[in-house]
């Protein structure tokens, strides 16, 4: 089991950058696929982005060339650098580890960080 802890939310105006954070305990990290995932008001729970064992990564459509994703595995930390921001990005952020890279509720997931985008 992972616990993480999501950090670096906060109030921008559209255009605007912010970098969320995702720390996780335990000696494994690298052995797990990470994900950002977000809620927007009233919405789903959506994917935005993963990165894998092997860094490799995948992107929601909306945020390609906007959003950012990296892992640091001697910090147990994944990064999520967010530029341009806009308001349709307005959501809570949350990161989860995946062994299998499924993602599902079995899966580890932290309690998120609340990004708010201002027109």
């Known amino acids: 089991q992972v616990q993480l802890v999501e950090s670096g939310g906060g109030l921008v105006q559209a255009g605007g950058s912010l970098r969320l954070s995702c720390a996780a305990s335990?000696?494994?990290?690298?052995?797990?696929?990470m994900g950002w995932f977000r809620q927007a008001p009233g919405k789903e729970r959506e994917f935005v982005v993963s990165?894998?064992?092997?860094?490799?990564?995948y992107y929601k459509d909306s945020v390609k060339g906007r959003f950012t994703i990296s892992r640091d595995n001697v910090k147990n930390t994944v990064y999520l650098r967010m530029n341009s921001l806009k308001p349709e990005d307005t959501a809570l952020y949350y990161c989860?580890?995946?062994?299998?890279?499924?993602?599902?509720?079995?899966?580890?997931w932290g309690q998120g960080t609340l990004v708010t985008v201002s027109s």
């Open positions: 990165i894998a064992r092997d860094t490799s990564t």
């Open positions: 335990g000696r494994t990290f690298s052995r797990y696929a």
């Open positions: 989860a580890a995946s062994y299998s890279g499924s993602y599902s509720s079995n899966d580890d």
